[in-house]
């Protein structure tokens, strides 16, 4: 069983908080740029490209669809329990640029919907 270091709501508030969704925006434009630069022999690249190209200029709406899946990461999830505070700007205050864009590196196959086998055969080119 997982033990997470946040509750739900918390973590609902925190995908909901208006001073996080600018910096997704941004760290999925700049990791979908990462993207179009892989090796086209890059497993799952057709499904990885197109989600690039979709979220190239990604809307806030986007990013909030996003949110959930890349805020339950590891490390997003201790970033954001260390805060000082459990409101949800200091936990997002709490979470480095660096770590946002890492969270979406490691989630871009699946949010490409690219199956963990073909995933796995290979790891992607250019460090996405």
Do not use: K
């Not at 909901?16 to 993207?35: D, F, G, H, K």
């Not at 963990?116 to 080119?125: D, N, R, W």
């Amino acid at each position: 069983m997982t033990v997470l270091p946040l509750s739900l709501a918390a973590m609902c508030d925190l995908a909901c908080e208006p001073s996080l969704l600018p910096r997704l925006r941004m760290a999925i434009a700049v990791i979908a740029q990462e993207v179009f630069r892989e090796d086209p022999a890059t497993p799952g690249y057709p499904l990885r490209w197109n989600l690039a190209r979709t979220a190239l200029s990604p809307s806030t709406e986007q990013a909030a669809q996003m949110a959930p899946s890349l805020l339950v990461t590891p490390a997003l999830l201790a970033a954001a329990s260390s805060a000082a505070s459990p409101a949800p700007p200091a936990m997002a205050a709490a979470i480095t640029d660096e770590q946002i864009l890492d969270a979406i590196r490691q989630g871009w196959n699946i949010l490409a919907g690219v199956s963990p086998s073909a995933a796995s055969s290979q790891q992607p080119q250019n460090g996405t």
